[in-house]
T-cell receptor, first 120, second 111 residues
Framework: GAVVSQHPSWVICKSGTSVKIECRSLDFQATTMFWYRQFPKQSLMLMATSNEGSKATYEQGVEKDKFLINHASLTLSTLTVTSAHPEDSSFYIC????????????????FGPGTRLTVT | EDKVVQSPLSLVVHEGDTVTLNCSYEVTNFRSLLWYKQEKKAPTFLFMLTSSGIEKKSGRLSSILDKKELFSILNITATQTGDSAIYLCAGKETSGSRLTFGEGTQLTVNP
C-alpha cells in the first residue's frame, strides 16, 4: 500500500496566523488526496478533495478561503489554515486512495499520521 | 446525504471477552464498507467489504456485510488490552474515492 507522510506532526500557533500542513505520498502518484478533520472524541469529517492540477472540491460548510488547498504535484498536497482561531484546533489527516488486493475494483485509502494543530 | 451510524459509541470489556461492533449505512450508489482501527494517530485499515455474506477474517478479527439490511459487524474474539482503540467504519460510493465515516466505537479492554 501507499506510504503517506504529513508534516508537521504537531504545531502550535497564535490566533490570526496561518499554518501550512503538507501531505506527501511517498511511493504512489496521487491525482487525488483527501483532507479530514477530527475533533476530540469525534469521527473523521471530510473537509475537501484535493485534485492535482485543478481546484479542490470542498465539502458543504467548509470555507475554501480559510482552508486553502494546493495539489502542486502527484505526490504533494498542502492545506493552509489561514487566520487560524482556537476553534480551528483539531487533528488534520490526509489520505491517499490506492489499490488493495490487486484488483481495479477494490481500493482503500491510506492515511497519513495526522497533524495536531493547536491555536492559542 | 450519506450517513453511517455506529453502535455502541463506547464499550468497556475485560480481556478475553468477545465484542461485536455494529455499523449501519445509507450511502448513495454504495460500493464498499471499510473498517479502520484508530489508536493515537491516524486510522489503520482493517477490512474492506464489498459482497454480502462473505466473512473476512484476520486473526481474532472478523467482519461481514449485509447489503440487504445495510449493515456490517466487526467481531473481535479473545480481546486483548492492545485492542483498545476507536473502531471506525466508512461507506464508499461507486464513483470516486470519498468515504463517509461513522462516529466510531471507543473500545476499552481492561486487564
Amino acid at each position: 500500500g501507499a506510504v503517506v507522510s504529513q508534516h508537521p506532526s504537531w504545531v502550535i500557533c497564535k490566533s490570526g496566523t496561518s499554518v501550512k500542513i503538507e501531505c506527501r505520498s511517498l511511493d504512489f502518484q496521487a491525482t487525488t488526496m483527501f483532507w479530514y478533520r477530527q475533533f476530540p472524541k469525534q469521527s473523521l469529517m471530510l473537509m475537501a478533495t484535493s485534485n492535482e492540477g485543478s481546484k479542490a472540491t470542498y465539502e458543504q460548510g467548509v470555507e475554501k478561503d480559510k482552508f486553502l488547498i494546493n495539489h502542486a504535484s502527484l505526490t504533494l498536497s498542502t492545506l493552509t489554515v489561514t487566520s487560524a482561531h482556537p476553534e480551528d484546533s483539531s487533528f488534520y489527516i490526509c489520505s491517499v486512495p490506492g489499490l488493495a488486493g490487486g484488483t481495479s475494483l477494490s481500493y482503500e485509502q491510506y492515511f497519513g499520521p495526522g497533524t495536531r494543530l493547536t491555536v492559542t | 446525504e450519506d450517513k453511517v451510524v455506529q453502535s455502541p459509541l463506547s464499550l468497556v470489556v475485560h480481556e478475553g471477552d468477545t465484542v461485536t461492533l455494529n455499523c449501519s449505512y445509507e450511502v448513495t450508489n454504495f460500493r464498499s464498507l471499510l473498517w479502520y482501527k484508530q489508536e493515537k494517530k491516524a486510522p489503520t485499515f482493517l477490512f474492506m467489504l464489498t459482497s454480502s455474506g462473505i466473512e473476512k477474517k484476520s486473526g481474532r478479527l472478523s467482519s461481514i456485510l449485509d447489503k440487504k439490511e445495510l449493515f456490517s459487524i466487526l467481531n473481535i474474539t479473545a480481546t486483548q488490552t492492545g485492542d483498545s482503540a476507536i473502531y471506525l467504519c466508512a461507506g464508499k460510493e461507486t464513483s470516486g474515492s470519498r468515504l463517509t465515516f461513522g462516529e466510531g466505537t471507543q473500545l476499552t479492554v481492561n486487564p
